[in-house]
């Protein structure tokens, strides 16, 4: 069965550096997500992305945020300059059909980012 | 806006006894409900969803949840828990006019034997 893939599993880095995060989603999919889990906190929306460009976004994601699909098979999340308050579980999403009622968004298994 | 409570952070059952999951949500707008489940080191996987139609709706490892417009839930039930359930559960909701999920909080449930 096809399944989203993320890289790396575990990230640790400084405060102040920047990090991506990768995913690929399944191959025929055309939406994509990023969502992200505090410790003990709720799975937060951060962000849609559909014919190479943002479709919606929450109010986490500011400037230090980014996402790209360089190729046609990546989907990154950056951060620019990374806070303490950046650490979480990050996940990926992707849908074949986006807002559609019938679709499935289908996660990947998550990239810890610590920041120290 | 939309948002889902998970009223039980941790669920301990014993192996073979029933269990239910609550999942209260709150919309101004009509929305698809579903519930992931996370096992160890995976990804959220879906488990179940109630897009319209029959308010009952069933997943192919026993759990099956109700839709209940009146009180706004979308509690999860299987009458009889295996080891292999342990897991983190989560509820979540999304209107028809976006892809983003809103998630509950999460109800780990352990399984016993």
């Known amino acids: 069965e096809p399944e989203v893939t993320q890289t790396p599993s575990h990230q640790v880095t400084q405060m102040g550096q920047e990090v991506i995060l990768r995913c690929v989603p399944i191959s025929n999919h055309l939406y994509f997500y990023w969502y992200r889990q505090i410790l003990g906190q709720k799975v937060e929306f951060l962000v849609s992305f559909y014919n190479n460009e943002i479709s919606e976004k929450s109010e986490i994601f500011d400037d230090q945020f980014s996402v790209e699909r360089p190729d046609g098979s990546n989907f990154t999340l950056k951060i620019r300059s990374t806070k303490l308050e950046d650490s979480a579980m990050y996940f990926c999403?992707?849908?074949?059909?986006?807002?559609?009622?019938?679709?499935?968004?289908?996660f990947g298994p998550g990239t810890r980012l610590t920041v120290l | 806006a939309q948002s889902v409570t998970q009223l039980d952070s941790q669920v301990p059952v014993f192996e073979e006894a029933p269990v239910e999951l609550r999942c209260n949500y709150s919309?101004?707008?009509?929305?698809?409900l579903f519930w992931y489940v996370q096992y160890p080191n995976q990804g959220l996987q879906l488990l179940l969803k109630y897009l319209s139609g029959s308010t009952l709706v069933e997943s192919i490892n026993g759990f099956e949840a109700e839709f209940n417009k009146s009180q706004t839930s979308f509690h999860l039930r299987k009458p009889s828990v295996h080891i292999s359930d342990t897991a983190e559960y989560f509820c979540?909701?999304?209107?028809?006019?976006?892809?983003?999920?809103?998630f509950g909080q999460g109800t780990t449930l352990q399984v016993k034997p």
């Open positions: 919309s101004s707008v009509s929305v698809y």
């Open positions: 979540a909701v999304r209107s028809s006019n976006t892809g983003k999920l809103i």
């Open positions: 999403a992707s849908s074949a059909l986006g807002a559609s009622g019938t679709d499935t968004q289908y």
